[in-house]
């Protein structure tokens, strides 16, 4: 029988043949840290993304326009800008046959939230003006393409009301947008929209509406004096936290005990004053005013039933004249007059007629809340 030194070898000779064979590679140090990448990442391993992720929710962004007009404060507004920001990103990468299902859904209600609130109103950073130009121009040049309604819905929100107009909406918009548009951008259109919906004018889906014939006499007489500060002197009340706590303190008492007649004299001083600031306000600016706190402390004031009460003759002259101007809508500051005849008149008495057709279709929707309001309390 063969020796098992034999069969296997000497010991030095085997020896000889394993330290000839081929050792072990180790494994290459870039297939070990990508292998470690799954388990683990270093942070000089780390790879930058092409673009920054960043968690938003709907009711996030309702949250933060909700509290922009309600308190709003630096942080409010920080907030309300990055909500745009992100917002304007969403609609530039939304799919273009997805448009407006996106916009009538939950998205795009809180996207006419934050149109209608003050956040386009406010002075832009650098930054968002820089955004705010190259979008006008990309949609200028994309005039007639299908990504119009994503740049037109990007840029919307950084352009007060009435300051953006587009050439030929009614072909260049498309329709399940044209109506907001025109609420926003173009109220002729706007005006034009309604009659169509209405049939007025003969006007059919087929036929551009006409508008209606302008009032054979503007009303140029002057706006009646509720109070002698007034301009630019009665203006910065309307962020004087010190005028707007009092007023809605006087309005809490006057819910408790009606019945004072010094409360009500003080409540009717300042009720003047809050006339007269509707009355001097620029009239692009008064639905911003009316959704700030200014405008909620109003909207308090006339809630509160305190028009019914009586008031001295002079400015009874006054409310009667208001009454006057929203009667015919013929004034160039009839919609400043309808807003400071609202604390003089209950809500279920102003009575507009066929003048309501020229109203904003905020203020419009505003008047139908605070008449069912009214009417609810009897």
Request: neutral net charge; aromatic residues 6%; contains cysteine.
């Amino acid at each position: 029988m063969p020796s098992l030194r034999s069969l296997f070898g000497r010991g030095s000779h085997s020896h000889a043949q394993l330290a000839s064979e081929p050792p072990i590679e180790p494994v290459p140090a870039a297939v070990a840290q990508s292998v470690n990448r799954l388990v683990s990442t270093s942070p000089q391993d780390e790879i930058e993304l092409p673009m920054e992720i960043t968690a938003w929710s709907v009711r996030r962004l309702q949250t933060i326009f909700t509290t922009l007009d309600q308190s709003p404060n630096q942080q409010a507004v920080q907030d309300a800008q990055a909500a745009r920001n992100c917002f304007t990103r969403f609609w530039l990468s939304a799919p273009v046959d997805c448009l407006e299902i996106l916009y009538s859904g939950p998205i795009g209600e809180a996207y006419r939230l934050m149109l209608r609130g003050i956040l386009p109103a406010l002075p832009l950073r650098p930054i968002d003006e820089r955004w705010k130009a190259g979008l006008s121009q990309r949609l200028l040049k994309a005039f007639g393409h299908h990504e119009t309604p994503n740049l037109l819905l990007a840029v919307m929100p950084y352009y007060d009301r009435n300051a953006m107009k587009v050439a030929d909406p009614a072909r260049q918009i498309p329709e399940w947008l044209l109506s907001d548009y025109a609420e926003r951008c173009d109220p002729q259109l706007l005006q034009k929209l309604r009659l169509r919906q209405q049939g007025g004018n003969g006007a059919t889906a087929g036929s551009p509406a006409m508008l209606a014939p302008a009032p054979a006499q503007t009303d140029t007489r002057p706006l009646p004096l509720f109070s002698e500060k007034r301009g630019e002197d009665c203006l910065p009340l309307i962020q004087d936290n010190e005028f707007l706590g009092r007023m809605s303190g006087l309005i809490n008492l006057y819910a408790i005990d009606p019945s004072d007649a010094e409360l009500k004299r003080e409540l009717a001083v300042l009720r003047r004053q809050v006339a007269q600031i509707w009355l001097d306000v620029d009239p692009g600016q008064l639905e911003t005013l009316y959704r700030a706190p200014f405008g909620q402390l109003s909207q308090n004031l006339i809630g509160s039933g305190f028009s019914r009460e009586a008031m001295p003759p002079e400015e009874d002259a006054a409310r009667r004249r208001l009454g006057e101007i929203v009667a015919t809508m013929r004034h160039p500051r009839a919609l400043n007059a309808l807003m400071a005849a609202l604390l003089y008149y209950p809500a279920s008495k102003v009575n507009l007629s066929s003048a309501e057709k020229v109203l904003p279709e905020w203020l419009l929707q505003e008047l139908t809340t605070l008449r069912s309001r009214a009417s609810q309390q009897g």
